[in-house]
């Protein structure tokens, strides 16, 4: 994979998906290695997502690599007006490879184009966020172990969620069968649904999770928002019905495990934390082995 | 070829007829295949009446020749359209045109967000369906059907 950008999850055939995974769970037994010390990685987050951008800086900087970039385009040139191109091949002569979170969608594969160094995409708008889903499929193999032949649920908003539609297109090649709970105002798209049926797969809808929980591997929760009802009274009426609380974890599966992209609001209760169920903060921390992997194939070191 | 006693639109001894365009689109053909800024002679009729479709329009553009890549584009506004290669006053080449399976440059992507229309970026399509003309756009991947088509 050496110097190839990873723009949307499908640049990257399966056999190399799993060829990162496997890497990232080498590089969890053993997370500090100086193999990036004679490297440089720009971090550029034309908008911010603290969580996505000190996990990919935590993981350059445990292989010694030096970061250079910035947080928000205000503290930028972009401020000023400079186009992406320029902003892009500018600091390709600073770095060895750029990390980028942008609001626009397509602007990663833009910055591709024009783009001397790799790059990697942390997000372009709502349109993709691939190593959100290879963190996701790795925190999924760990638990399991394995991705084929499992059930697995998506709970809250699978109309919206970038992270959802991505997860979803990825676990089609594994046989997955889907459990699909929201309102009926956030079901998932028909492209989506498109897709597990073209791969020939199953999928199930439901408006309610209760009966959902026993019959899976993997619960994958998404938070609800507000903004994505036009009448709010709807939402009032909706909300409490996708929240997950510690009793509604009695009669899981003993192997299930609950999922959750974060920040969460409310929509899974804190007592849950201390179940044996609970692995959506050690799914953020998997996201720091991933982009280990991902950053050490890319440049070559590995 | 049908006698006429009148040419609405002069006849050219050596060059490209586009025939049987939509009237609605004649300004927009001609702006898509860049004959603004062609140096060439061209003559153009526009509300003309025709037997097959009521109306039409038609470009004739005197010595020149059009590779099929570049006049295919204009199928997505003008699906009738029939190019007609005159050589020596005489039609030497008659054919339709096809939509194609890639579309560049002209279009604009529907989707506010992406960046092409925020960046000086040139756009690319793939052609998803040809019946109902919809363009996947190769950055955000939004598709972009023929009634919203906006043109660069």
Redesign the interface.
Known sequence: MKNRSLVSISDYTIEEQIKILELAAEFEKNPRQKILENHVVASLFFEPSTRTRLSFESAAAQLSAKIVGFSEASSSSVSKGETLKDTILTVSNYSDIIVMRHPREGSAKYADEVAPVPIINAGDGAHQHPTQTLLDMYSIMKTQGRLDDLNIAFVGDLKYGRTVHSLVMALCQFNTTFHLVSPTELKLPSYVKQHIKDKNLTYHQYTEMNEVIPLVDILYMTRIQKERFFDPIEYERVKDAYILRLPMLDNTRDNMKVLHPLPRVNEIDSDVDDSPQAYYFQQAKNGVFVRMALLASILGVV | MEERKELKVNAIENGTVIDHIPTQSVFQVIHMLNLNECENQILFGTNLDSKKYGKKGIIKVSNRFFAPRDVNKIALVAPTATLIEIRNYKVAKKKVVVIPNTVDEFVK?V?P????N????VTHFRVIDKKDVKLQ??????TTAKDNFTFK
Do not use: A, F, M
């Not at chain 2, 756009?137 to 939004?142: A, Q, R």
């Open positions: 992507c989707n967000n992406c960046i092409t925020h960046e000086d970026v756009c190769l950055y955000c991947e939004k």
